[in-house]
């Protein structure tokens, strides 16, 4: 294969991303995919009928998870004059909403370490996807209607396409090539992260800010700024001072950086932290 020769030109972008999807679509891509109870965690804290009780029942099956829930309801930002000890304490003392977000997120966060944590990619996708979850979180403080909870989310989820391409990669020698493979996540790991989400019933507003991630030149006509603007404007202030190509991208060529708020506090960025209760991977 001629290094000089353009990828484009090596390999059939197209088709690669229409068999990824088609394996999404028909649930045959073995990955690591969000865990059971997450996804019934989710379904109960959106049903009208729902209660602490049960969703505190689908998380107690989950021994890492129930755990989890326990430490963040008392973790600072949390904490109030009692101590949590049950899981059903601590749903009621999180709420529904940030119940079935930490549960998620949670579960995003152990998808990647059991899809290969020691990995190179993986580690930088996990370290990248948790700076940008950050930044999502505190910037959407700023921004009301938008919910931080859902914000963090979204950063944590963003990059997840590639998950599904290094899969894919591992049976096709044509992609081995690092040139080649880097290639084929740039071009299509926000459309195989989009099918994806829409795999795991994610709302449409993340899986739309999740398509259109990449695309810095995104314009819209309201006034303020909505989930991908958002997550435009926390990839841009994650890769400035980087290496990273896009580092060298203009403020003024990324409209969305006009309608979200520059700052983003540390207090916040340590808040969003806990939430999920990041750590190192592997």
């Known amino acids: 294969m001629d290094a000089a020769e353009p990828i484009s030109d090596q390999i059939d972008i197209a088709a690669i991303a229409e068999r990824i999807l088609a394996l999404i679509a028909g649930n045959r891509l073995v990955l690591p995919g969000i865990p059971e109870v997450a996804h019934r965690i989710r379904q109960a ?24 829930l326990i430490k963040v309801s008392n973790s600072v930002n949390m904490r ?72 963090l989310l979204l950063g944590l989820v963003h990059d997840i396409g590639t998950l599904p391409i290094l899969q894919y990669a591992r049976q096709q020698p044509a992609l081995q090539a690092p040139r080649v493979l880097d290639e084929v996540i740039r071009r299509l790991h926000a459309p195989v992260g989009a099918a994806l989400l829409r795999a ?54 990324v409209p969305a950086l006009a309608k979200v708020a520059p700052a983003a506090t540390r207090e916040a960025m340590s808040r969003a932290r806990q939430l999920c209760g990041i750590g190192p991977l592997g």
């Open 200 to 253: 795991w019933h994610f709302p449409a507003a993340l899986v739309e800010a999740v398509e259109a991630h990449e695309d810095w030149q995104r314009d819209h006509d309201g006034a303020g700024p909505d989930y991908t603007d958002l997550l435009i404007a926390a990839n841009f202030h994650v890769y400035r001072g980087t290496s990273h190509p896009l580092a060298a991208v203009p403020e003024e060529a």
């Open 45 to 68: 804290a959106a049903d009208l009928d729902g209660s602490a009780a049960r969703i505190a029942a689908i998380a107690s099956g989950d021994p890492a998870l129930a755990a989890h």
């Open 80 to 151: 109030r004059e009692q101590e949590i000890r049950s899981v059903l304490a601590a749903v009621m003392r999180l709420g529904f909403r940030l119940t079935a977000m930490t549960a998620t997120s949670f579960s995003i966060l152990q998808m990647m370490g059991a899809a290969g944590g020691r990995q190179p990619r993986v580690r930088a996708l996990y370290q990248h996807s948790v700076a940008v979850g950050e930044h999502c979180f505190a910037l959407a403080e700023q921004h009301p209607p938008l919910v931080p909870e859902d914000a």
